[in-house]
């Protein structure tokens, strides 16, 4: 071995102390959250409640409150706490809120009173477009009072549509790979359910009406019943966000444990059963050279059945994704693998179901296994079949999915996750396991794949958590080192956030339908961050500092990769942000790898880099984001900046103009990468819209255009009119690709 390498034999002694001092440290934070649990005045956590009120008259839903004499005759609740930019005063603008409900629909009705009904901000019309940067109403019902798990809606005052699952209170993994690029934690916002909202502008101010059906969420059944629920106003003036049940600095509606209480709720068994059928037409143009066209039609179907209030039944044939956005193009200037998030809204329906492990980094099970193959190529999925909800406190999961065979390469497979786990409501506790496995079919032949798991989380409190997962892989051939598990503690409470976990992932640990970021590490990590609103600081309404850490070794104690992170952001109450950071980075090369034709020798690299991060008024309607990295990289520089523009014209026209460079100056020479995209969409109305995403990647020499036309009937079906064009420049003859695809599905409430 090289001289290099003698650093990691002088400093093995020092590294296993380190990990030893990471592990206790887990156990500290555990034991330093339940003290202070154990202290805390209890009085202090009494959440808000009201008793629910059962309509015999329906509210006619026409956004229209303040006149409407059903909603006259209920008490409205009007105490909402801000937590920005005034921690704990009361909201700057009267809010009158009103919950009922009937046998078959839950109803929500608010009045966002504003003395300056001029200055009312709608910034986006598209569905489930951020409601965080303009006027906007939300609430969050956790049906089964679990602490954890909910529904999630809201609107802004042109009426749009906001619907989300979210689960584990919407946590996901705090160091999460930055190139995922979306979400892979707790909040779904592709679930897309049946439901009604209409507002009402006025010299009030504007009010809204919400209608959601019964049979469109999913509940326990029975006599007094008891929900979790909050309420969130933001008024964009004043960049301001208010609560009905208040909540400590860091936290946000999805904060269910701190939830209030709707209790008295009367709930029968909803019948439900949707046919979704769709039509489809396709035509595919290829040149190169020489042109060839292709035009197809296809027909498929999904069935929605509710075996009981809590657990759904989800049929699919011929299952297609014509419709959904495009992927994010990425350049790969690492030598581990990019992450792409699941856009399928089969696949994303009660997602938080089957999730197990660390999201974006060991991801035990990943949908997009099946149907897409290594290389992105479609695989055709025949059709399968899924069970989720909840029995009682228990979340149940069960899918099994059947693609086609692609050629000699790719056979025909069947996939299959079985999950289960029980929720510990008063303790924010759970426990559970998984079983996830892939068989091939035919004569193509393969090798099956299974995974094995168990993993749970210990509430300590209201403040402290503590997490995990055990798992095991089975691969013909591989029967040793085929594990993998983590352990973190978590403490967050008035603004802290303190973290510190270790994961491991055995040399022999092969999970075919999962989602590895990196294959065998060891990784200690840990994060202590506060968030602090200190009175005599001029012009600054909070600042946040914070020190990350974390490192991936090999199992022959070799640092593989060390990033130390310590920042401090400053924030405006206009919403502007200044980010100031410096990294500490360390990158162990033990085999020469290439980035993009440049060869990396073997060597141990020891970097600075200094990070500043710009976010402008997200309200405004010109906005800025802005990263930027300038250091040392693998014995070489780097200057690293992501910008981020966003301009909106009116409520109904949105852009959004993405570039990303990275200078890379190496010593076996110098890469220069740019992606770029351009995002375009006009709203006709909340449900009718236009959307463009055009993109180019220097690096592959790819230039790409998607271009998607909606008119949305129920739950995101309706008619999707899609354009794709490649062109691909890379190649000695250069590739054109064009697909222009006409889908229209249909939903059907047969009860």
């Known amino acids: ?117 001029d200055k009312i901000v709608v910034s986006d019309s598209r569905r489930d477009a951020d409601l965080n940067d303009e006027d906007s109403f939300l609430f969050i019902i956790d049906t089964y009072n679990d602490q954890q798990n909910g529904f999630l809606f809201g609107t802004n005052s042109s009426g749009m549509e906001y619907d989300a699952q979210i689960d584990r209170e919407g946590q996901g993994n705090f160091n999460a790979n930055r190139q995922q690029g979306g979400v892979v934690g707790g909040t779904n916002i592709n679930w897309d359910a049946s439901w009604t909202v209409k507002t009402q502008l006025g010299a009030f101010g504007w009010s809204a009406e919400f209608a959601i059906p019964l049979n469109s969420i999913r509940f326990t059944s029975g006599k007094s019943v008891t929900w979790g629920i909050n309420f969130q106003r933001n008024i964009a003036k004043n960049t301001e966000t208010a609560y009905w049940a208040s909540l400590p600095l860091g936290f946000d509606i999805k904060r269910l444990s701190l939830a209030g209480k ?59 994704f014509a419709q959904v956005e495009v992927d994010e193009q990425q350049v790969n200037l690492d030598r581990f693998n990019l992450f792409f998030p699941e856009k399928r809204a089969f696949f994303l329906e009660n997602a938080g179901q089957f999730t197990v492990g660390s999201p974006g980094e060991v991801d035990l099970f990943f949908s997009r296994r099946i149907g897409i193959g290594d290389a992105g190529e479609l695989v055709p999925i025949v059709g399968g079949a899924r069970v989720s909800g909840k029995i009682g406190q228990t979340n149940v999961g069960l899918l099994s999915m059947f693609t086609q065979a692609v050629g000699e390469a790719i056979p025909e497979n069947n996939y299959s996750v079985a999950r289960i786990n029980h929720d510990f409501a008063k303790s924010r506790s759970s426990f559970g396991g998984v079983f996830v496995g892939k068989s091939p079919l035919g004569t193509l032949g393969g090798d099956d794949n299974q995974v094995f798991a168990l993993d749970g989380k210990l509430g300590i409190g209201k403040k402290a958590q503590i997490t995990g997962f055990v798992s095991k892989s089975a691969t013909p051939g591989i029967t040793t080192d085929d594990h993998a598990f983590q352990i973190n503690g978590i403490y967050n409470w008035d603004g802290w956030n303190i973290r510190a976990g270790y994961t491991e992932v055995g040399e022999g640990f092969n999970p075919e339908v999962g989602f590895l970021l990196r294959s065998a590490f060891k990784k200690p990590d840990f994060l202590i961050f506060k968030q602090w609103r200190p009175e005599n600081l001029g012009p600054i309404l909070e600042v946040r500092p914070h020190i990350s850490y974390r490192s991936y070794w090999n199992f022959d104690n070799q640092l593989i990769s060390s990033f130390t992170h310590v920042d401090n952001h400053w924030v405006w109450p ?19 790898f290439s980035i993009s034709g440049v060869t990396v020798d073997t060597n141990l690299y020891k970097h600075e880099e200094l990070q500043l991060v710009v976010i402008t008024n997200p309200n405004a309607k010109i906005n800025l984001s802005n990263r930027t990295v300038i250091g040392g990289y693998y014995g070489g520089n780097r200057v690293v900046t992501s910008n981020t523009i966003n301009a909106r014209f009116g409520d109904k026209f949105n852009v959004a103009l993405n570039l990303n460079y990275n200078q890379l100056e190496l010593p076996n020479g110098d890469i220069n990468a740019f992606v770029g995209g351009t995002r375009l969409s006009y709203s006709f109305t909340p449900r009718m819209f236009v959307q463009s995403l055009i993109q180019r990647n220097s690096l592959s020499d790819i230039t790409s255009v998607n271009a998607r036309f909606g008119w949305l009937q129920n739950a995101n079906t309706g008619l999707f009119v899609v354009l794709n064009l490649i062109e691909d420049q890379s190649l000695e003859l250069p590739k054109q690709t064009q697909f222009f695809t006409i889908k229209y599905t249909y939903q059907i409430d047969a009860l």
């Open 574 to 592: 206009s919403g502007f942000e200044v980010h100031t950071g410096i990294n500490f980075t360390q990158e162990g090369v033990l085999t020469p």
């Open 262 to 320: 709707m209790s008295g709720l009367e709930l029968k068994s909803p019948k439900n059963l949707k046919v979704i059928p769709y039509v489809l037409g396709q035509n595919a143009r290829t040149q190169q050279g020489t042109v060839q066209t292709k035009t197809t039609g296809d027909v498929g179907m999904d069935v929605k059945y509710s075996l009981t209030p809590g657990l759904t039944l989800d049929l699919t044939y011929n299952t297609d």
């Open 1 to 117: 071995m090289k001289n290099w390498i003698l650093p990691f034999k002088k400093n093995v002694h020092w590294q296993l102390k380190f990990l030893d001092m990471l592990r206790s440290l887990v156990i500290l934070v555990g034991l330093f959250s339940a003290s202070i649990v154990a202290a805390q005045n209890t009085a202090s956590m009494v959440r808000p409640n009201f008793e629910a009120t059962a309509l015999e008259e329906a509210p006619q839903i026409d956004g229209e409150v303040i006149n409407d004499p059903v909603w006259a005759q209920l008490t409205p609740i009007t105490d909402l706490v801000q937590t920005s930019p005034r921690y704990g005063a009361a909201i700057s603008e009267k809010t009158h809120i009103r919950v009922a409900y009937t046998d078959k629909t839950f109803y929500v009705a608010v009045v966002c009173f504003d003395q300056n009904p």
